[in-house]
């Protein structure tokens, strides 16, 4: 099951008058994909006026600089400048008002059990709640709207797996440096115990073939989805969405070796999205197609 939605909005104006009450969700501009719990959007650049009370957690991130005058969570209007990389913070519930000029850029939206899920067992009980305001500019920030253009622009290889792992890394940046509990989070383990590595391969392995994701799989080991991927990363070398395609890969592999198996069924049988992202996969990793891997196969088979 494909848990991405997508949208395409074009408005004739990014307009939200700030001489009325804020808007209570948000303005659809964009490109955009949801999941349940998440959505990514990115927003041409243009002439923008936004007066938004935020439904969501909102992150954004831009490629390029952004001048105007803004506020977050306040009346007054001060000169803004957003830097490539950089980060504004929008907790939900609260209210940022701006006229800019502004670069493309990328909007995070995180519901508040998503937020909360995060670092759950490193906060110990504690309520997490973001700062509005903004984060300098940062590598990683960049490096992080980079992704999600390719995500978007480029099929959506790796589906609601990748996107989430993408947030979550960035959302959990965000806690860290900007919400009531930066420095104060307690500190988690950095490599998987061999025992605990060993019960989220063997989840990983059993489940293939379903719709995984970063949450499931931190669940079976006791560690909250940001710290599970860091630890599994130090751990294998591989973070945990490279590691399931690569199963994904393998066990596709062993399956085109049935010549009776149809390409969308072996596609479906080892977890890919569809049929055009397992060939994505193979082109990528293995310079070659599921068909011609299927054929090749079916030629060697022949001869021994």
């Known amino acids: 099951m494909n848990l991405l939605k997508e949208f395409l909005f074009n408005p004739s104006e990014c307009k939200i008058p700030l001489d009325q009450p804020p808007l209570e969700a948000l303005p659809q501009w964009g490109h955009w994909l949801e999941t349940p719990e998440l959505m990514v959007a990115i927003i041409p650049p243009g002439h923008l ?5 935020s439904p969501l957690n909102l992150v954004v991130t831009s490629f390029g600089e952004t001048r105007g005058i803004a506020a977050f969570n306040a009346d007054r209007l001060q000169p803004y400048q957003a830097l490539p990389g950089g980060f504004d913070i929008v907790p939900q519930g609260s209210t940022y008002s701006s006229v800019e000029d502004a670069s493309c850029f990328v909007v995070f939206g995180y519901s508040q059990s998503f937020l ?3 670092v759950k067992v490193e906060a110990e009980g504690q309520k997490i709640e973001l700062q509005p305001g903004q984060i300098p500019k940062t ?3 960049l490096s992080a709207a980079i992704a999600m253009q ?3 622009y480029n099929g959506q290889i790796g589906g609601a797996f990748y996107l989430e792992s993408v947030a979550t890394a960035v959302l959990a940046q965000i806690i860290h440096r900007r919400s009531n509990l930066s ?5 988690p383990p950095e490599f998987l115990d061999p025992n605990l590595l060993k019960s989220a391969l063997e989840y990983i392995r059993a489940h293939l073939s379903e719709e995984l994701n970063l949450n499931q799989i931190a669940a079976t080991v006791g560690f909250s989805p940001y710290h599970f991927a860091r630890a599994f990363k130090v751990t294998t070398g591989l973070s945990p969405y490279q590691y399931v395609l690569r199963c994904r890969l393998e066990l596709a592999q062993k399956l085109l070796q049935n010549q009776k198996r149809s390409l969308a069924q072996v596609a479906a049988e080892a977890g890919f999205g569809n049929q055009s992202h397992m060939t994505s996969v193979f082109q990528r ?7 011609r891997y299927q054929q090749e196969m079916s030629s060697i088979l022949d001869h021994t």
């Open 285 to 291: 990793m293995l310079r070659t197609t599921p068909k």
């Open 183 to 187: 420095g104060r989070l307690k500190r």
């Open 139 to 141: 590598h990683w920030g």
């Open 150 to 152: 390719e995500f978007f």
């Open 116 to 118: 909360e899920r995060i």
């Open 49 to 53: 006026e936004v007066n938004i009370r």
